[in-house]
């Protein structure tokens, strides 16, 4: 079985800062990239291309989203939210995943409403601009996904792997408005309205697998079986440990929050007892770096010795 991999631990400031620079770089890309496709479309007459652009401009009103909603996540814990912020990144996933649904919905309308109209032979002959815009597109679109991606990995980010999904779908629309823009070009003129539509339903997809995710991280669901159990073992492999009766964990946002229950000696003080925990407690959140805070519950250890006499 492949073992899981552990990050160095990164600040709350470090956090911030790396997912703000990550997502100024999309800004940037997304806002050089939706003028050219759209002035390419215009010119060269691609309602793909436009399509693509108007794809391409959701992604920076995304990556906007996606910096409130790290900065909010990443404040410190307060009277009134006493469990942190971390949540907040899993709402603006949510919201960018309404705003790509309802940019996809838009597309696919425009879309039939040109293939149903009747008039499929007026519509005119992409140029060859669309042709290489669709290329760059593709090539710059999918560069930023594996950019984002790789940091969102790093940060456990849902926004920010939301916002590579995000650029992933744009590159897939792309190769579609590629295929259509050179049907088109081939003398199938109709297949640039059908790329547009194709488009829709990749934008639909992505935005319902980043809904999905996002509610997954909201619901206080468990982490993974493989890490508990990780966690088990190395906690009963601590000194004075002499099992692990019980462990509940929940993920909250990026991060986790775990209750255990462990045996130690059953003749040993409170003072003793107290120590023990602590080890653990410092022990765990320093090994896991998920792992947010930690409640050790320590149970004497049943005696047979005892029970027997």
């Known amino acids: ?72 996540s990443a404040k410190e814990s307060d009277k009134t939210h006493p469990y942190g912020h971390e949540r907040f990144e899993c709402v603006a996933a949510i919201v960018l995943a309404v705003l790509l649904l309802i940019s996809g919905l838009f597309i696919g309308h425009t879309a039939i409403e040109k293939i149903t109209a009747g008039n499929v032979q007026e519509i005119a002959v992409p140029g060859i601009l669309a042709l290489a815009a669709a290329v760059i597109s593709i090539i710059s679109k999918e560069a930023m ?10 940060l456990d980010s849902g926004a920010l792997m939301a916002d590579a999904w995000h650029h992933r779908s744009d590159a897939l629309s792309s190769v579609g408005a590629l295929i259509g823009i050179a049907g088109s070009r081939m003398g199938f003129p109709v297949l640039d309205t059908v790329a547009s539509l194709v488009i829709c339903v990749f934008i639909v997809k992505a935005s319902y697998d980043i809904f999905k995710d ?21 906690v009963s492999e601590q000194e004075d440990v002499l099992g ?35 080890r653990v407690h ?24 005892s029970e027997q006499a």
């Open 214 to 234: 996002a509610v997954s991280k909201m619901v206080d669901r468990s982490c993974s079986e493989e890490l508990e159990r990780e966690i088990m073992q190395y």
């Open 1 to 72: 079985m492949k073992k899981r991999k552990y990050y160095a631990p990164i600040s709350q400031k470090g956090y911030k800062k790396t997912a703000v620079k990550v997502s100024a770089v999309s800004i940037i890309g997304n806002a050089v990239l939706s003028v050219f496709k759209m002035l390419a479309g215009l010119f060269a007459h691609s309602g793909a291309m436009v399509s693509d652009a108007v794809h391409s401009a959701s992604d920076v009103l995304s990556s906007i989203i996606v910096i409130i909603g790290v900065k909010l």
């Open 145 to 154: 996904y594996w950019y984002t991606r790789f940091y969102a990995k790093r």
């Open 244 to 278: 692990v009766d019980s462990i509940h964990t929940r993920v909250f946002g990026n991060r986790i929050y775990a209750d255990i229950e462990i045996c130690a000696d059953g003749v040993i003080s409170l003072s003793q007892s107290h120590d023990i925990a602590k």
């Open 282 to 305: 410092n022990a765990v959140e320093e090994k896991f770096v998920k792992i947010k805070h930690i409640t050790v519950c320590v149970n004497p250890a049943c005696d047979k010795t």
